[in-house]
């Protein structure tokens, strides 16, 4: 499926549509956004701003919809599965032009901003400034996943309290009265899980009734509690269970999916009602949706108004203008924690002081400040303390708020000088100016010293008299010891910085220097027939161990990318050296382990020149998470992962295959339904297929799985496919070699001379008229080349890039040769710089790793009377696929011929010598009519011209004359190793 993207600009958006909406509100309630539109629709800041929004789609979104339309950004909206879309809400959208996209239509895109709930945007697009995300939900989303942009947490803020503590709250009790339909008065609560959104609904459900439990996995975290209210740990099974009994009402607001059916069973359960309060479904499959009011969905969004716009304004106009704070381009990576504690204040501020008489009216005043972590208090025209927030309590060395009414600053422990500058601010208050965003400093009832980022207005009447002073503040002394750190250690930071850059550089340089070696040893070792096969895989084995050290070296040193060089961006990406580089990196972890973790490459000679497009980090997040899974499914005894990568005519595949304890048939079913599945660590998999498939499905994949949990073959297999890319034009996937050739190899390190010998060593039996001349120094390969100009087309030139103390590099080497069979041999091929520079010359990159994998061909001469062709082997077989496999799987780097019917052999037949090897299949078919001539009789025949070597491979066994040597082409062991026979 193509990208499906419907993004409008504000001309083309109908924008009194969303006006009227809007003036079906009270304004009052909504006073924040109400300015912020008009400063946005003069200004116009975001003109051309390419913003996606994805949130719950009820008539109060209308309102951020509007701001984002009128600031001049082209919106996309969009409604991810599990967010509430009111029908209303897409009606008014279509009328203004703004229809929302379909979100499974959406394929991975790039946007410059989002604004998110609960993580859905994560699965859909990528951003080029950040997101802006609105719950902890979503938060825990974007923590596990580790994207390369910045993640602004709204859910973070203080001013989010605004809406959890009262909003959440107020929503909770609304909801539960329409869908019980019952009262509340003396009746008994559980509200498990104690965050925010679990404080918003004890809190609001202590007007009606005290009888209420909590229960949570960190009980030490909870404190000023009723006093008549339980407190038990979720693992106090005694309690808890007793509590689950005996209640009327259950509620669960951890923010945590299925955590109810994790900690219980469904005859645990006594409640009458069961409720949710949180984005996921947390009661789990135990617990059907008829149990669970509303769906098991959060029961205020059963209502027109989930949350009142009262409580929705400051946090509307926060998600906003968090937007400046990402455009401003300074937040790194990850969950940031803004907007400011500068502009936290000032909306905390605007919004108490508008509704500072309602909310003292309906007492819910002192409900805010004394959950703010913010700092606040209020007095009167003679700077008399009226009341204060626990918070300043505690900093004036009072226990209650209560003991500080009445008081003033002198009989607090506050310095003299601090004293008359809180009262000369006081003073500036009482005559209407309003005192924001200042710093001073506190002395604290415990004897330290604070600095506080401060503000202050005047308290007005219903008469619009001023009537006292209203004072927040933030204990910013973290924020500004950091600062002050951050200056002494700038210098220190520099030096340091300095020496480790020459230390990942040497570290980086030694990798190099072993890795040429390395290159020669493992050609060596796939060549070197006359070593017994022992001594081969002892010397196979030192040789995987010197790789694994050398890239974790390399990984755990690597400088890490700057935002700015960070690429989330699809490429071409070669598959068989990420997974060369996870395999070594996962041997080198489970070395001390019972865990044996294998690569396994078919048809390496194919395969090792696979591409896909895709998102490199992306790919090696995805395989990390299969691999874990895989991990965490094997016994302590351990086990083994082999990590396999196969290809087809359109498909990459890669395959992580363990023998751990396996998955059961229904847990596979979920899997494959893509069903959220979260298993404890013994089955192996978890969230991390989340990933997987948010992978897959945005780059054009598939997912299978395959497991056993009986028998001596238990385990799991996952394979992912990926479509096939074509191969890039920089990469080199063959050499071509003459039988004139002069090869000339030009390298600063001996041993990868060493590599190239024992890789063209086959090559050279058939062809001794073929030389190969070796130079360490780049200068002295052009001298010997410009003597052969007038041959220069019987020159294959094979060239390092980087040479070590040289005044020339591969490149320019490439160059100034004016070699037309060119190929640039560098581990530097992943340098970007490097193979556009090879583009545009026209040159083949071939990266270092794969000199023992790349096929050598011979451009061999048209056959004349009398010219014997001299090749290792002849194959006869109408199964092509089948000949070219066992070519790709273990003979590339021989001299092979191909001939699909005996009649085609038999008419060239004359050109080869007597002892050539021939490999003939035993029956044949052409159009669908059986050929005359049986692999039997060819033999018979070419026994009589006096051909020696012959074998006869068949899929059934039968038998030959004793001239034929007989073979089954399922004898794998045999097939790899017939050059030797």
């Keep these: 499926m193509g990208m499906h993207i419907i993004s409008i600009s504000k001309s083309k958006v109908n924008v009194k549509v969303l006006e009227k909406v809007r003036g079906q509100f009270d304004s009052s309630q909504i006073f924040l956004m109400v300015d912020l539109i008009d400063k946005l629709s003069k200004e116009k800041p975001y003109q051309g701003l390419n913003v996606f929004y994805n949130a719950h789609l009820t008539l109060s979104s209308l309102l951020q919809i509007e701001a984002l339309v009128v600031s001049g950004a082209n919106v996309t909206v969009t409604c991810s599965p599990g967010l509430k879309c009111d029908p209303q809400v897409a009606a008014i959208l279509e009328e203004a032009n703004l229809p929302i996209t379909d979100y499974n239509s959406i394929s991975h895109a790039n946007c410059d901003i989002g604004l998110d709930c609960c993580g859905g945007l994560l699965a859909i697009a990528s951003s080029k400034y950040g997101m802006i995300e609105l719950t902890q939900t979503g938060v825990n989303k974007y923590n596990q996943y580790k994207p390369n942009y910045p993640v602004i947490s709204i859910d973070d803020t203080e001013v989010k309290l605004l809406e959890t503590l009262l909003g959440t709250g107020d929503g909770f009790v609304r909801g539960f009265h329409r869908l019980a339909n019952t009262g509340l008065l003396g009746k008994k609560f559980v509200v498990v899980g104690y965050d925010k959104v679990g404080q918003g609904v004890v809190k609001s459900l202590l007007p009606f009734t005290k009888n209420i439990t909590i229960i949570d996995r960190d009980i030490r975290k909870i404190n000023n509690v009723h006093s008549t209210t339980a407190v038990y740990d979720i693992n106090d099974t005694s309690n808890v269970v007793k509590a689950l009994q ?49 769906n098991k969905m959060p029961i205020n969004f059963c209502l027109d108004y989930p949350t009142q716009l009262l409580f929705l304004d400051p946090i509307f106009y926060s998600q906003i203008v968090a937007i400046d704070e990402l455009l401003n381009n300074s937040l ?66 009072l226990d209650s708020p209560q003991k500080i009414v009445g008081k003033t600053d002198h009989e607090l422990p506050w310095r003299t000088t601090e004293t008359d500058l809180y009262r000369s601010g006081d003073k500036e208050a009482f005559k209407g100016n309003s005192l924001i965003n200042f710093e001073e400093t506190q002395l604290q009832a415990d004897g330290t010293h604070k600095t506080v980022l401060a503000s202050k207005i005047p308290l007005r009447n219903q008469d619009k008299q001023i009537v006292g002073v209203l004072g927040i503040y933030a204990d910013i002394s973290d924020r500004k010891e950091k600062e002050r750190l951050e200056i002494v250690n700038q210098a220190h930071n520099e030096t340091h910085a300095k020496e480790q850059e020459k230390f990942v550089k040497v570290v980086g340089q030694m990798v190099h220097d072993i890795r040429s070696p390395l290159s020669t040893l493992k050609t060596i070792v796939q060549t070197a027939d ?27 040193y690597k400088p890490k990318e700057s935002k700015l060089t960070q690429n989330n961006q699809r490429q071409y990406v070669l598959v068989s050296v990420i997974l060369a580089e996870i395999a070594s990196e996962r041997r080198y972890r489970y070395q001390n382990s019972a865990i044996q973790f294998d690569l396994v490459i078919t048809t390496p000679q194919v395969n090792n020149f696979l591409f896909i497009q895709i998102e490199p980090s992306n790919l090696r997040r995805m395989l990390s998470n299969l691999i874990n899974n895989a991990a965490e499914a094997l016994p302590k005894t351990g086990g083994k992962i082999i990590l396999e990568l196969s290809s087809g005519n359109e498909w990459v595949e890669i395959s992580v295959i363990d023998n751990g304890i396996g998955i059961s048939l229904e847990k596979l079913q979920q899997i494959r339904q893509k069903i959220g599945v979260k298993t404890s660590k013994k089955s192996g998999f978890g969230i991390g297929l989340t990933q997987v498939f948010d992978v897959l499905e945005t780059n054009y994949g598939e997912f299978d799985i395959s497991s056993s949990t009986v028998g001596d073959h238990h385990g799991t297999t996952v394979s992912i496919k990926f479509p096939k890319a074509k191969i890039p034009n920089w990469i080199a996937t063959e050499i071509n070699l003459t039988p004139d050739d002069v090869i000339v190899v030009v390298d600063d390190d001996m041993s990868i001379h060493g590599a190239w010998d024992s890789r063209i060593a086959y090559i050279l039996e058939k062809f001794p008229s073929i030389e190969v001349k070796h130079f360490m120094s780049g200068r002295e390969a052009l001298e010997f080349i410009d003597v052969l100009k007038c041959e220069n087309d019987n020159v294959c030139l094979l060239s390092d890039y980087e040479l070590l103390n040289q005044d020339i590099d591969g490149l320019e080497i490439i160059r100034q040769s004016g070699v037309k069979r060119s190929l640039l041999v560098t581990s530097h091929y992943t340098d970007c710089q ?55 799987d273990h003979y590339s780097h021989l001299i092979t011929d191909y001939y699909s019917t005996p009649f085609e052999l038999l008419k060239e037949i004359d050109k080869y010598p007597k002892d050539v090897k021939i490999i003939m299949d035993n029956n044949y078919s052409s159009g669908g009519e059986i050929c005359p001539i049986s692999g039997y009789a060819l033999a018979e025949k070419l026994h009589a011209a006096g051909y020696t070597n012959l074998y006869l491979y068949s899929w059934e066994t039968c038998q030959v004359p004793d001239y034929v040597t007989f073979i089954l082409k399922t004898d794998k062991e045999v097939m790899a190793r017939l050059d030797q026979l």
């Design 246 to 294: 005996e209640a009327f009402c259950i509620v669960t607001a951890t923010g945590e999916q299925h955590i109810m059916s994790k900690y219980f069973e469904r005859d645990m359960i006594g409640a009458k009602y069961l409720a949710n309060m949180g984005s996921e479904d947390e009661w789990g499959d135990k617990f059907t949706a008829d149990e669970v009011l509303y």
């Design 332 to 397: 790194q990576p990850g969950i940031c924690h803004v907007p400011s504690a500068k502009i936290q204040l000032n909306i905390i501020m605007r919004w108490l002081l508008r509704h500072y008489q309602s909310a003292h009216a309906d007492d819910h005043l002192e409900n805010i400040l004394y959950n703010l972590p913010a700092f606040v208090y209020w007095k009167d025209l003679d700077s008399v303390y009226s009341g204060c927030n626990m918070n300043f309590a505690k900093a004036a060395g």
């Design 530 to 556: 006359e070593l017994a096969e022992q001594k081969r895989v002892t010397l196979r084995r030192a040789v995987i161990n010197i790789e694994d050290i050398t890239n974790h070296m390399l990984n755990r």
């Design 834 to 888: 490097v193979r556009k520079s090879a583009a545009k010359m026209g040159v083949k990159v071939l990266p270092k790793e794969l000199v023992c994998s790349i096929p050598l061909k011979i451009k061999r001469p048209k056959y004349k009377s009398g010219q014997l062709v001299n090749v290792h082997m002849i194959f006869v077989d109408d199964e092509s696929e089948v000949v070219e496999g066992i070519i790709a």
